[in-house]
């Protein structure tokens, strides 16, 4: 009985397997290419130019959609998108022309290019950049490996032979803090620009000059902001030499500017080793949201003052970070679409960004002034240094160097300069923390 019921099963799945199936062959077989009718030539050529890009940029239509299938406006079609074609070649000016880091202008530039290609769609989910930007931009993975290279590729050293110098550091995350504040301001009396305390509290990382930790807050607090946030962040990093320099000058004298540090005393390998240690251990006791970016950081530092493993850190140093440096500045790139980035969000968080990080590199030089009032002659502080208090290592603590050098060609500042850097880097982590565990 138990058989019979069985066959006959097995029989009526059988039936309805089979018409499914040919259902589906009729299905294929109506949607079959229609065969190519012979065209004249005008209507070849006019064939032709309705797919370039010619006539998408110079004729935009009605019912186009963006990477994220809403509807395009004819502005951002045409105009929108050479203005930001016309921003990409100007990132690749500031790259080659002009030496700005262009280990991240190049990438970045290259990717907003592609983005505004027409009709392609290499930004959108299926395309190349889209791909990239899901791959290791969204779920955090290339930020943490950044910060894995940064710390194989950091001295600690400075710091821990002036300790002293981490308050600089510290003074110029308040620019996070009063980012945050500008964030609420801007969205509670600018028209069109609506802000939340989350995303004001992503957008705020900008202020510490981090592109990796304002990646990593952003997915968390404000994924809907996540690339204009990513944008922001690695374009001031970028021109940290052309927006530092001029504040520099303002908050300090001639004076100032030519003062000498005192050698810095010799750090034993022990005390480097260790450092990492104790820093990742107050970070899991302490600020457990963000161990992610810490315990990166403090992984590449550990594996380059161990000594034991030459190798890998010298594909921390060199291979990882390069190629994620690559995949990173196309997959934000792809936010200088038209589209996503003229818009008032966008340009709110560009301002924002640009005031934070100005307030940040005041903050440091400022502090340092400050420090100089209670400290004796022979341990005055440069204070050009405390503008090297921003997250943008080592190219904050290069531009520090570079400015010094301008008024006592034998006045080396750089490595004086290294401490505040990698504390800001720490400091921007912590803050990052700070955020992430007051809106868990």
């Known amino acids: 009985m138990k058989k019979n019921i069985l066959i006959a099963f097995f029989l009526i799945f059988s039936i309805f397997a089979s018409n499914s199936f040919a259902s589906d062959v009729v299905v294929e077989q109506k949607q079959e290419k229609q065969p190519y009718h012979s065209k004249t030539m005008s209507e070849l050529v006019d064939s032709f130019y309705a797919t370039t890009g010619i006539k998408a940029l110079f004729q935009p239509q009605e019912g186009v959609k963006d990477a994220k299938g809403k509807d395009m406006t004819l502005f951002a079609q045409g105009a929108g998108r050479i203005i930001m074609i016309f921003i990409c070649f100007l990132l690749f000016y500031l790259a080659i022309k002009k030496g700005f880091e262009p280990l991240l202008l190049i990438p970045i530039g290259f990717g907003g290019l592609l983005a505004n290609i027409p009709i392609a769609n290499m930004a959108g989910p299926d395309g190349m950049l889209g791909i990239i930007y899901s791959m290791g931009i969204t779920n955090q993975f290339f930020p943490l490996l950044i910060f894995m290279g940064v710390g194989a590729m950091t001295d600690f050293g400075p710091l821990l032979a002036n300790p002293k110098t981490a308050l600089l550091g510290g003074a110029a995350q308040f620019a996070i803090f009063g980012s945050l504040v500008g964030a609420v301001l801007l969205s ?88 990492p240690l104790v820093v990742l251990s107050l970070a899991i006791l302490i600020l457990p949201d963000a161990a992610p970016l810490i315990g990166a950081l403090c992984l590449g530092n550990f594996a380059r003052e161990s000594g034991v493993v030459d190798r890998l850190s010298d594909t921390m140093q060199n291979a990882l970070i390069n190629i994620v440096t690559i995949f990173l500045g196309l997959g934000v790139g792809s936010k200088l679409a038209s589209e996503q980035f003229l818009v008032p969000e966008t340009m709110g968080i560009m301002v924002i960004g640009l005031l934070a990080f100005s307030a940040g590199t005041a903050g440091g030089v400022i502090m340092a002034k400050l420090m100089n009032l209670v400290s004796s002659k022979e341990n005055q502080i440069n204070p050009l240094i405390g503008a090297a208090g921003v997250s943008a290592v080592p190219m904050a603590a290069r531009v520090v160097s570079k400015e010094g050098q301008l008024y006592d060609k034998s006045n080396i500042l750089l490595m004086h300069a290294m401490g505040p850097n990698v504390s800001g880097v720490i400091g921007s982590a912590v803050a990052a923390g700070v955020l992430l565990s007051i809106f868990k």
Request: glycine residues 6%; aromatic residues 6%; proline residues 7%.
């Open 188 to 275: 509670t009396y600018v028209p069109g620009i609506n802000f939340t305390l989350e995303q004001a509290a992503a957008i705020s990382i900008i202020g510490g000059a981090d592109g990796p930790t304002s990646i990593f807050v952003a997915s968390k607090l404000a994924p809907e902001l996540l690339g204009a946030i990513a944008v922001a962040a690695y374009s001031y990093m970028a021109l940290v030499p052309l927006i530092q320099p001029p504040i520099m000058r303002v908050l300090t004298t001639d004076a100032e500017r030519k003062i000498k540090m005192t050698t810095l005393r010799k750090v034993s390998k022990l005390e480097k080793i260790v450092f």
